[in-house]
């Protein structure tokens, strides 16, 4: 199986599993916190789509794919089964068959400008101007809604340990996740939120025999 499919089916379980059905705040236009929008997580595959700036130069808008979902593949053997601690004591032998990894680190992005109480929208027509002691800064909530979306994922790769209509078998061992870090220190992005979850797949390695070889050997 190629990397192609790979991805492909793990994106699409991604948003079966996390994305759809699922409505999330999303920025209005304008930055206007006075609308209340809410919509449907993307996902996408290695980078965020670009759009053509004032410049006409590409660019990313991270306001515009939140909230998604980032699939990024990263450094993955193509053939290694390493031996665990015990193995031989236990007469344990690990075949080669599964020996090609595919590690992903999975990005969450989600929007959280405050929590709007009733008559915060309402103070927008008056002419001292909204009301700000109507909307709670939303520093946890953001926070928690990331934590409970990726804890969502988390559950559901060590439940299924599979990726449907693809080779890939989660190697449980090396799941990790974090915040969005940068040299050890949380990145502020308020009021976007994001956070990381590293996941490390199994699947079968391609094994294809080398005809000069093989006629040397006869």
Known sequence: MRTRQRLSALKQWT???LCQGRMMKAPAEGMDITQIVRQEPQVFLA???TRPDMTGLLSTDPLSVCPGILIMPGASYAKYVEEKRFDRYNNVRRGQELGQGLTVNILFSV???????PGFIESAGRPEGLDMSKIIEGTEE???TLTDWMDDCLSALIAEKSIPHSDLFLDEANLAYSLYTDQNFVVDKR???YGFITAKF????DDRANP???DYLK
Do not use: H, K, S, T
Request: with cysteine; glycine share 8%.
């Open 47 to 49: 980078w965020q789509p």
């Open 202 to 205: 199994n699947c079968y390695a």
């Open 212 to 214: 000069m070889i093989d």
């Open 142 to 144: 953001g926070l928690f």
């Open 15 to 17: 948003y079966e599993r």
């Open 111 to 117: 929007y959280e400008p405050g929590v709007r109480l």
């Open 191 to 193: 009021p976007l939120y």
